[in-house]
């Protein structure tokens, strides 16, 4: 629970919690369910948490909520939904319908085709880069991140 709050509390946090709302109240309810189903939860201190091997998620698949991340077994491209993160926060109300929704289509009718998506595009556009992406690839490595 600690990480949770950890990740979710950080300077983007009013926006998260207001403007980008609907995703940001789902990933927190996916968080909590997860959590109490076994999932792990790291929280990268000022930017966002992530929950790993999550028992709603297929393996090798990963969704972002607002601020929370939420990944399958196996999955690892958390700089990429941090990507979705950035989305989520200009779009607001509107992230689910805009980037959401196509996106999980996209995904579970033509995966071969997935990365052409214009929402999986500019989402790696927005990824991290630098010091954070170093700090999201490794976090499997550690139980806390600063």
């Known amino acids: ?65 607002g601020p929370i991340l939420l990944g399958g077994k196996g999955f690892h491209s958390w700089v990429h939904e941090y990507g979705h993160t950035y989305q989520s926060r200009i779009l607001g109300p509107f992230y689910l319908i805009v980037i959401g929704l196509p996106s999980v289509l996209s995904a579970l009718l033509r995966p071969a085709h997935h990365n052409r998506l214009y929402a999986e595009r500019w989402a790696n556009a927005l990824a991290p880069t630098g010091e954070l992406a170093r700090r999201m690839k490794v976090h499997g490595r550690t139980e806390s991140l600063s």
């Open 1 to 65: 629970m600690k990480q949770l709050i950890r990740g979710t509390m950080h300077p983007w946090a009013l926006i998260d919690f207001t403007w980008a709302f609907p995703q940001t109240f789902l990933g927190l309810f996916y968080a909590l369910f997860s959590l109490a189903a076994g999932a792990r939860i790291s929280g990268i201190a000022g930017h966002c948490c992530i929950v790993s091997e999550c028992p709603i998620m297929i393996s090798y698949s990963g969704v972002s909520l």
